[in-house]
């Protein structure tokens, strides 16, 4: 495809790319790079994260001039070898992705920091270790489960390898990094002599956070080792500060808690909460505002079943993978925000929250639309940006919502048969997904209510949307809203 195929935006920086030497693609629902790009020798930076693309092609290698490359959230399985070869490249991100190898990048001289969060790495890839000048090395969320004798050559300064299944650190050879200062392996599988090992050998200007590998009488033994020998205390007084706290303290939960009971308003947003405390369930018939976004929570308690008075409940910025069935307990509810976890669906009984007016949802994993929304005759706000939904299902005829927004996922059908029959729906967003002009037929631009869409980023142009049958009404009922704000 030439520049002419693609969206206004794309075509504009892909002009301004050869002056700026910068170009940033992100989230422009490609499939493939434009050929164009190949033309571009000189850029110094390049971001095409957030899109659908399989396959890098060979001629990134040649940029010979490239200091960033973001490569993060595609599709991507495998690396060409020609990317080993840039050597003013500083920055290399494909993080969320599904590689399981990369490679050889020690001829990237400038290398400093990788980021391969989120993908499928099975063992760590040695060719890092070769890098160098590599200073931060980021593995977080792979399978890796050993580190290789090969480790001891690593160069980087900070290495991050949380949420693994690591039951090894090496230790012999990992300690023989010259220049390590920071290991990060929360969430693996280590066990206590494993971490004991570790800590006791370890110089003192390396920190090491090793949270949820040990349970607590483990912790306990570990903060406990010997207090006559002067190496013991050292160790001991290196794990208490390497532990850390693991959120705010009882005096502080007590503290919030006992203002509630007045406000009705319980707020510990960001406090670090690896749980909900099971102190709140005290103030199930007082709270009307529960807000525990931004923490580290992985799941929420039956007890939430209880907060019948609830109205609403914020989560977002959490860990949560599933919601509990007694969800649908609270019939108050109208507020709930779930944005940002990784959550793949929503129980039925949610049909029970009965009050629901808005739903926020995005940024998790739903692959499928959550029919059981459909069910929520009040609720007038859907948010499903970010997500990965490819399709609507035929039961979509039947929502209520008044503002439906799927931003940002793998839409390839509208379903618009029936998406025309929704009876409330005047706000539809559907930016950046994988849509033909024909998904908008005239039947769901003239018959439908909606007002207003927001549909760029897809597989057609501006003036392509205009020229479709039945645009014409759709703009009348855009101008009218228009004119009524």
């Not at 001289?109 to 590599?134: H, W």
């Not at 406000?263 to 102190?279: A, F, V």
């Not at 209510?449 to 392509?464: C, H």
């Amino acid at each position: 495809m030439g520049i002419d195929s693609y969206n206004p935006t794309v075509r504009a920086r892909l002009a301004n790319a050869s002056k700026t030497r910068v170009l940033s693609l992100k989230e422009s629902a490609l499939h493939r790079i434009p050929e164009d790009v190949k033309a571009l020798q000189t850029l110094k930076h390049l971001d095409l994260s957030i899109n659908y693309l399989l396959v890098i092609p060979e001629y990134i290698g040649s940029m010979s001039h490239l200091k960033q490359l973001n490569l993060s959230q595609n599709q991507l399985e495998s690396l060409p070898l020609e990317l080993g070869f840039l050597p003013c490249l500083e920055v290399f991100n494909v993080s969320q992705n599904k590689l399981t190898d990369l490679p050889d990048l020690s001829k990237c001289v400038a290398l400093k920091t990788v980021d391969f969060t989120e993908n499928q790495f099975t063992t760590f890839p040695e060719g890092i270790c070769q890098c160098p000048n590599i200073e931060t090395c980021i593995f977080t969320e792979n399978r890796i489960e050993v580190l290789p004798d090969q480790i001891h050559s690593l160069r980087a300064i900070s290495l991050i390898l949380n949420k693994n299944r690591l039951t090894s650190l090496n230790t012999v050879n990992l300690l023989r990094c010259e220049r390590l200062r920071a290991v990060n392996v929360d969430d693996n599988q280590l066990n206590c002599d494993e971490i004991e090992q570790f800590v006791s050998k370890a110089p003192r200007e390396i920190r090491i956070s090793f949270e949820r590998n040990v349970s607590k009488i483990h912790t306990t033994d570990l903060l406990e080792m010997g207090n006559d020998s002067s190496k013991s205390k050292s160790v001991a007084s290196s794990a208490r500060k390497l532990i850390g706290q693991p959120g705010p303290s009882t005096s502080t939960v007590n503290k919030h808690l006992e203002m509630a009971t007045k406000s009705r308003i319980l707020q510990l947003k960001g406090t670090g909460l690896k749980k909900i405390p099971d102190e709140i369930e005290q103030l199930a018939e007082v709270l009307r505002n529960l807000e525990l976004s931004e923490n580290k929570i992985r799941e929420i308690p039956l007890f939430i079943g209880q907060f019948t008075q609830l109205k609403q409940l914020h989560l977002s910025n959490n860990c949560l993978e599933l919601l509990p069935d007694e969800i649908g307990s609270m019939k108050k509810l109208e507020i709930l925000n779930l944005a940002g976890n990784k959550i793949k669906s929503l129980p039925d009984t949610i049909v029970g929250c009965t009050d629901l007016r808005t739903i926020d949802v995005s940024s998790n994993c739903f692959e499928m639309f959550p029919v059981a929304i459909i069910s929520c005759l009040q609720l007038d706000l859907l948010n499903l940006n970010g997500n990965q939904i490819e399709t609507l299902p035929d039961e979509v005829s039947e929502l209520k919502v008044i503002e439906l927004s799927l931003s940002q996922n793998r839409l390839k059908s509208l379903n618009p048969a029936n998406l025309t029959k929704a009876q409330r729906l005047r706000t539809l967003r559907v930016d950046e997904n994988c849509l033909e002009k024909s998904e908008f037929t005239r039947e769901l631009l003239e018959s439908s209510i909606i007002s207003v869409i927001a549909y760029d980023g897809n597989r057609f142009q501006l003036k392509e949307f205009q020229d479709l049958p039945g645009y014409d009404a759709y703009q009348e009922r855009f101008t009218a809203t228009k004119r009524k704000i």
